[in-house]
Nanobody, 124 residues
């Protein structure tokens, strides 16, 4: 059983930056593909970024490409989401998720473990 805890959310002005972190415990973190998803009020949860178990493959959604970067530190059992040039439409609850698979998974249905989420609010 893998437990995931997100941190780093908060309030930021448009154009600003935040870095989210997701700390994992209870499993062999290095064997899991990790993903960041987000859910805005009244909208479905959507994929933002994913990273393979060894970090060699990353993928970001078109809506955040060039602004968001996912990375991981397997020694610290942590995955990060660096968010730059933020926009009000990035406002959402951000979740990290884990699945033991090869490559990247972009569908939330593929993921087995989820964190509780962290609120990110971007003011205009």
């Amino acid at each position: 059983q893998v437990q995931l805890v997100e941190s780093g959310g908060g309030l930021v002005q448009a154009g600003g930056s935040l870095r989210l972190a997701c700390a994992a415990s209870g499993g062999t973190f290095s064997r899991y593909t990790m993903g960041w998803f987000r859910q805005a009020p009244g909208k479905e949860r959507e994929f933002a970024a994913g990273i393979s178990w060894y970090g060699g493959i990353t993928y970001t959604a078109e809506s955040v490409k060039g602004r968001f970067t996912i990375s991981r530190d397997n020694a610290k059992n942590t995955v990060y989401l660096q968010m730059n040039s933020m926009k009000p439409e990035d406002t959402a609850v951000y979740y990290c998720a884990a699945v033991r698979t090869i490559g990247i998974a972009t569908s939330s249905d593929r993921y087995d473990y989820w964190g509780q989420g962290t609120q990110v609010t971007v003011s205009s």
